[in-house]
C-alpha cells in the first residue's frame, strides 16, 4: 500500500483551455464585420505560450468578426509579460472598427491587466455587460462616422 504522506499536497498548474464561439468560418451574408461578435472563453494558468494562443486565436475570429469579447472569467493566472499582445490587438482591431473588450471576475487577473495595460483594455465583469459595451462603442462610433 503506497504511503499518502509522501504525496505533495502542492496543486499542479491547469492548462489553459480556449474555445472560440461561433466556431470560426464565413459569417452570414447580411451581417456586417463590424455587427458579428465571437467570443473566446478560456480558463485554466495563461502563461506565454497560452496567451500567443489565444492570440492567434483573437486574429482568427477577427477574420469573420469584428466584435471580439474575451471570456477570462474561468482563469487563475495571467503572465504580466503577455498582456501587451492584447493590447496590440485591441488596438489593430479599433484601426479597422471592431472591438476587443474583456470578461474577467478574478481582482488578482483585474490588478495585473490594470497594472500592465492601464485604460487601454475595457474589463466587464460578465460576458453580456461586455457583449454590450462591444456592440454599444462600436455603433457610436459607426455613427460618429456617420455609417
Same mark, same amino acid.
Do not use: C
Given at each position: 500500500?503506497?504511503?499518502?504522506?509522501?504525496?505533495?499536497?502542492?496543486? *499542479?498548474?491547469?492548462?489553459?483551455?480556449?474555445?472560440?464561439?461561433?466556431? =470560426? +468560418? =464565413?459569417? =452570414? /451574408?447580411?451581417?456586417?464585420?463590424? %455587427?458579428?461578435?465571437? @467570443?473566446?472563453?478560456?480558463?485554466?494558468?495563461? %502563461?506565454?505560450?497560452?496567451?500567443? /494562443?489565444? %492570440?492567434?486565436?483573437?486574429?482568427?475570429?477577427? /477574420? %469573420?468578426? +469584428?466584435?471580439?469579447?474575451?471570456?477570462?472569467?474561468?482563469?487563475?493566472?495571467? *503572465?504580466?509579460?503577455?498582456?501587451?499582445?492584447?493590447?496590440?490587438?485591441?488596438?489593430?482591431?479599433?484601426?479597422? +472598427?471592431?472591438?476587443?473588450?474583456?470578461?474577467?471576475?478574478? =481582482?488578482?487577473?483585474?490588478?495585473?491587466?490594470?497594472? &500592465?495595460?492601464?485604460? *487601454?483594455?475595457?474589463?466587464?465583469?460578465?460576458?453580456?455587460? &461586455? @457583449?454590450?459595451?462591444?456592440? &454599444?462603442?462600436?455603433?457610436?462610433?459607426?455613427?460618429?462616422?456617420?455609417?
Amino acid at each position: 500500500m503506497a504511503d499518502k504522506s509522501t504525496k505533495s499536497s502542492h496543486r *499542479e498548474p491547469l492548462a489553459a483551455v480556449l474555445a472560440l464561439k461561433p466556431a =470560426p +468560418g =464565413p459569417r =452570414p /451574408a447580411n451581417v456586417r464585420w463590424e %455587427d458579428n461578435v465571437a @467570443t473566446i472563453a478560456v480558463r485554466g494558468d495563461l %502563461d506565454l505560450e497560452a496567451l500567443w /494562443a489565444i %492570440d492567434y486565436t483573437i486574429g482568427r475570429a477577427a /477574420a %469573420d468578426a +469584428g466584435r471580439i469579447v474575451l471570456d477570462l472569467r474561468e482563469v487563475t493566472h495571467l *503572465e504580466y509579460n503577455g498582456v501587451g499582445e492584447l493590447v496590440a490587438r485591441r488596438k489593430e482591431l479599433l484601426a479597422r +472598427g471592431g472591438e476587443l473588450v474583456i470578461a474577467v471576475r478574478n =481582482p488578482y487577473l483585474i490588478n495585473i491587466l490594470k497594472a &500592465a495595460a492601464g485604460a *487601454e483594455l475595457l474589463l466587464f465583469r460578465s460576458v453580456e455587460e &461586455a @457583449t454590450g459595451a462591444a456592440v &454599444a462603442v462600436a455603433s457610436a462610433r459607426a455613427q460618429r462616422r456617420g455609417l
